[in-house]
């Protein structure tokens, strides 16, 4: 039963309702506002046939018949520009957060993940701070750096300055193990069994049998290795060290936990299938030994003279997470390359990997392998990926052999014309942070004075607000700027049987959703 002083869930796929009053705590009020399948509303008042709710930031009337009391599973996949970072919000209210983006600053979106978990926090969760529910900091259960690459964890900067003011709390950051190092001795090559890379010490027999043999597991390994000693030269470097750094001076106050994943751990700890209603299965960095010690095998090429730039093997140790809720599963494959998807698929049956929706490996790269996007064998597929930048993210071949290997099947039905028909298929979706952005190109002006000088901004605010800058403006033709962009969230929902996916059109009063039961 919806009841007043409750939250609700909206149940039809998607709608819009106009505000039937002042936006509360908004940036800008909407003619209309969006609603998709279960989205949350608070429940001001409920009637026997209509509700009085707060949702987004507004007061709407929503017909009682077309909420639900039943929480669903969302992923947002957030669109961060050249970058990758996913908001996951479980059924039992936990929040998670798999990778942050890159750092606003070197967004080519211009803004971040922070930016979308700040409106989660306090504009579409309105209600919170408007009828005092909830009352307290915000509260992020796990967040997720997948391996140390800025444009995954640089994102993460602003939130951690959130904790410092009380505004949020992190229960625990998982990442997968690794450090960005530099030592006064620079990096060497790989000889004689062993080599000093970005990653760290390398040891083995010959690559790519040799491993990374120093792991961060907690906050004492990060204490340990912010400077060198006496015996060692060599300690954590550059912008992961400083995040890292800034993650350890919030332990205790509004940071539980900092924790290692990989393969044997099975599953994030709390989301066991006995512990949570959403499942969350840890597939990758794939844990191996050496000399009876926990390593990562290094996968880079061997051809490099020195080892100061092991992307490869960065990229393909990231934390691999399979999210399973009832018959729905939901794949998110960090960077993985060819070398690491070869590594993972002859140690871990490639059933563990088929996945109904999952996110392109390194933002759409055709660095893959065929036979793990046939074990993935995805109904859809989330990249993320940048606009207007040198990477020219998805690739084409990504894109072909995603489609490829992705299920194709009949709807039973068929469509015709004049003697002409077919069947209707469901063909695996293909969804881009990147492509389904929009913008509205306009043509910029700027203010000229008498002498054909143009007018400092300051000055020509002046003049607007005395009356003064009429006849002052000339148009420039010569390019256009974009305004108004539409950041390409993708929305996945799901109830464990249904999933639905939807982007926001561009005039962001309604959603193009497609659905399918599993």
């Known amino acids: 039963m ?14 819009s309702y106009k505000p039937i009053g002042p936006a509360h705590n908004f940036r800008k009020a909407w003619d209309k506002v969006a609603m998709l399948w279960g989205d949350p509303v608070y429940v001001i008042e409920a009637g026997p046939t209509v509700a009085k709710v707060s949702a987004k930031g507004h007061h709407l009337d929503i017909k009682v018949s077309d909420l639900m009391e039943t929480p669903l599973f969302s992923v947002y996949q957030i669109d961060v520009g050249q970058g990758d970072s996913a908001l996951l919000h479980t059924p039992d209210d936990r929040w998670l957060m798999i990778d942050g983006g890159p750092s606003p ?9 922070a930016d979308f978990l700040f409106w989660k926090m306090f504009v579409d969760q309105s209600w919170k701070s408007e009828f005092n529910f909830n009352p307290g900091p915000f509260t992020l259960d796990a967040m997720v750096c997948t391996h140390p690459d800025s444009d995954h964890y640089g994102g993460f900067a602003p939130l951690t300055k959130k904790v410092a003011v009380g505004d ?10 690794m450090g960005r190092f530099k030592s006064q001795g620079g990096f060497t090559k790989f000889e004689n069994g062993s080599g000093f890379s970005q990653l760290g010490p390398v040891e ?4 790519p049998d040799a491993f990374l043999t120093v792991l961060l597991d907690s ?23 400083d995040w890292l750094d800034k ?3 919030l332990e205790g106050r509004g940071i539980a936990a900092f924790q290692r994943l990989h393969h044997n751990v099975e599953f994030v700890p709390g989301y066991s299938p006995a512990d949570s209603a959403v499942a969350i299965r840890v597939l990758g960095p794939l844990e191996e030994l050496h000399n009876s010690q926990p390593a990562l095998r290094y996968i880079d090429s061997k051809g490099k003279s020195a080892m100061g730039d092991p992307s490869l093997t960065r990229n393909g140790h990231s934390v691999i997470l399979r999210c399973d809720f009832k018959d729905v599963r939901i794949l998110f494959t960090g960077d993985l390359n060819f070398r690491s998807q070869a590594l993972l ?12 929706v999952a996110k392109a490996c390194h933002h759409g790269s055709e660095d893959i392998s065929m036979k793990f996007l046939h074990a993935m064998e995805p109904w859809a597929t989330m990249v993320s990926s940048g606009d207007n930048e040198g990477h020219v993210h998805p690739r084409a071949l990504m894109l072909g052999l995603t489609g490829a290997a992705g299920p194709l099947r009949e709807k039973g039905s068929k469509r015709k014309f004049l003697n002409f028909e077919e069947m209707r298929y469901i063909a695996p979706l293909i969804y881009s942070t990147e492509l389904s952005r929009s913008v509205r190109l306009r043509e910029p002006q700027r203010a000229l004075d008498a002498n054909g000088q143009t007018i400092p901004n300051a000055e020509l605010q002046a003049k607007r607000a005395s009356g003064a800058a009429g006849g002052l403006i000339e148009e420039l033709d010569y390019w256009l700027l974009a305004d108004e962009l539409t950041f390409g969230l993708i929305n996945v929902r799901t109830d464990g049987k249904r ?17 399918f039961d599993v």
């Open 2 to 15: 919806i009841q007043s002083g409750k939250l609700a869930y909206f149940k039809k796929k998607t709608g």
């Open 247 to 249: 993650l350890v001076q």
């Open 345 to 356: 698929l002859s140690n871990i049956p490639a059933a563990e990997f088929r996945a109904h």
């Open 105 to 113: 600053g070197d967004s080519n979106s211009g803004k971040g993940a």
């Open 204 to 207: 083995g027999t010959d690559l």
């Open 219 to 241: 906050f004492d390994d990060v204490r340990t290795l912010l400077d060198t000693t006496s015996t060692r030269d060599w300690k954590l470097h550059g912008e992961y060290r």
């Open 499 to 515: 999933i639905l996916l939807a982007v926001l059109k561009e005039d962001q009063s309604a959603f193009k959703v497609e659905s």
């Open 168 to 177: 949020l709390v992190i229960n625990t950051v998982y990442h997968n193990g």
